[in-house]
């Protein structure tokens, strides 16, 4: 076979063109660097690069959803924090009007006073936080308490009854079990702790509760013909001090148990305090997580520079080295070729 000019010049301009081609490829490589641009040319590292993305984006949502749990019970904090206020300032009223020496007029004006402090507590207790009710348990919408005929309500349902304004359920059992399953309604959100089912059913231990019912804390149900809600029994105070017979007998139950479900709201305010500091917990773990995460991408995506620089200077000198030898290769004439 006879090998001509043109076969030499069209095989060299097409490795020629092989060679320019590669060292653009690594020229991008040293500007990028990155290992590939295709996941066709990294087969493995491309799913390796994908799972990793893809568990980036789990902590990115895992961030946010902690810095939203966490402006919520810092404004349930600061709501509880004023309902606290309000509880100590009705324990400090209440002290003076049970003395001895208080008249008629004295014990109206506390009575008074301790009615500012109901209608402050009500509206801390209905407080909101961006879309949704702070203690309104899992509804986002139902404005949680309501005041009617003298009766505090709790999404429609009386929170020392456990009925609704018809009376409905009639049972005193059933009724006292609606109110502990409003009082213990739970809003679960993933944290990135792992969230798992048994079967069909939420491992509780693997998200986080974020909700917050306002008769968890203030008090539900009667015992012995007393309300254990915090805000009926400070109107059960205050009408015992407006009543023209006051008698210290009469008064004490009420304020007997009002110094036992106080302590509640405290409870409360200590939990969201622990709730917070796990919170912060969860944000430096989640943070640790995108470093780490973060680290092994770079590892999977991106060359060493030093290698790049070097493998694009070694073709660089492989392509001029092409240019070098084509210049004899095509100065070659007909007449050369026939000598």
Same mark, same amino acid.
């Given at each position: 076979?006879?090998?001509?000019?043109?076969?030499?010049?069209?095989?060299?301009?097409?490795?020629?063109?092989?060679?320019?081609?590669?060292?653009?490829?690594?020229?991008?490589?040293?500007?990028?660097?990155?290992?590939?641009?295709?996941?066709?040319?990294? &087969?493995?590292?491309? =799913?390796?690069?994908?799972?990793?993305?893809?568990?980036?984006?789990?902590?990115?949502?895992?961030?946010?959803?902690?810095?939203?749990?966490?402006?919520?019970?810092?404004?349930?904090?600061?709501?509880?924090?004023?309902?606290?206020?309000?509880?100590?300032?009705?324990?400090?009223?209440?002290?003076?009007?049970?003395?001895?020496?208080?008249?008629?007029?004295?014990?109206?004006?506390?009575?008074?006073?301790?009615?500012?402090?109901?209608?402050?507590?009500?509206?801390?207790?209905?407080?909101?936080?961006?879309?949704?009710?702070?203690?309104?348990?899992?509804?986002?919408?139902?404005? &949680?308490?309501?005041?009617?005929?003298?009766?505090?309500?709790?999404?429609?349902?009386?929170?020392?009854?456990?009925?609704?304004?018809?009376?409905? &359920?009639?049972?005193?059992?059933?009724?006292?079990?609606?109110?502990?399953?409003?009082?213990?309604?739970?809003?679960?959100?993933?944290?990135?702790?792992?969230?798992?089912?048994?079967?069909?059913?939420?491992?509780?231990?693997?998200?986080?509760?974020?909700?917050?019912?306002?008769?968890?804390?203030?008090?539900?149900?009667?015992?012995?013909?007393?309300?254990?809600?915090?805000?009926?029994?400070?109107?059960?105070?205050?009408?015992?001090?407006?009543?023209?017979?006051?008698?210290?007998?009469?008064?004490?139950?009420?304020?007997?148990?009002?110094?036992?479900?106080?302590?509640?709201?405290?409870?409360?305010?200590?939990?969201?305090?622990?709730?917070?500091?796990?919170?912060?917990?969860?944000?430096?773990?989640?943070?640790?997580?995108?470093?780490?995460?973060?680290?092994?991408?770079?590892?999977?995506?991106?060359?060493? &520079?030093?290698?790049?620089?070097?493998?694009?200077?070694?073709?660089?000198?492989?392509?001029?080295?092409?240019?070098?030898?084509?210049?004899? =290769?095509?100065?070659?004439?007909?007449?050369?070729?026939?000598?």
């Amino acid at each position: 076979m006879r090998i001509t000019t043109s076969m030499m010049s069209s095989r060299y301009i097409r490795n020629l063109n092989k060679s320019a081609n590669e060292m653009n490829y690594l020229s991008e490589r040293v500007e990028t660097g990155r290992k590939f641009f295709k996941g066709s040319e990294d &087969p493995i590292s491309a =799913i390796k690069a994908y799972k990793l993305r893809r568990e980036y984006r789990k902590t990115e949502q895992y961030d946010i959803n902690v810095k939203d749990v966490n402006s919520f019970l810092t404004s349930a904090e600061t709501n509880m924090t004023e309902i606290g206020e309000n509880i100590k300032s009705t324990y400090e009223l209440y002290l003076r009007g049970i003395t001895g020496t208080m008249g008629t007029e004295e014990r109206e004006a506390i009575a008074k006073e301790l009615e500012n402090l109901q209608a402050s507590i009500l509206t801390s207790l209905n407080a909101q936080f961006e879309d949704r009710y702070v203690f309104g348990g899992t509804s986002k919408d139902v404005l &949680p308490f309501t005041v009617d005929g003298g009766e505090l309500y709790y999404k429609g349902v009386n929170v020392n009854t456990g009925r609704d304004k018809d009376g409905n &359920p009639a049972d005193p059992d059933e009724a006292l079990e609606v109110l502990k399953k409003l009082a213990n309604e739970k809003a679960y959100v993933d944290l990135g702790l792992g969230m798992t089912f048994d079967g069909n059913k939420l491992n509780e231990d693997t998200v986080f509760n974020m909700s917050m019912s306002g008769i968890s804390f203030m008090g539900y149900g009667e015992t012995d013909g007393i309300s254990n809600n915090i805000y009926t029994l400070i109107g059960n105070i205050k009408d015992e001090l407006r009543d023209p017979n006051f008698s210290l007998n009469d008064i004490s139950p009420y304020l007997a148990r009002f110094e036992k479900q106080k302590n509640n709201v405290l409870v409360a305010v200590t939990d969201i305090g622990a709730k917070t500091n796990y919170l912060d917990f969860l944000e430096v773990r989640n943070e640790d997580n995108q470093f780490n995460l973060n680290k092994k991408l770079l590892e999977v995506e991106m060359v060493d &520079p030093a290698e790049a620089i070097v493998d694009f200077k070694m073709q660089e000198y492989a392509y001029n080295a092409a240019l070098a030898m084509g210049n004899k =290769i095509l100065q070659n004439s007909f007449i050369d070729f026939m000598k």
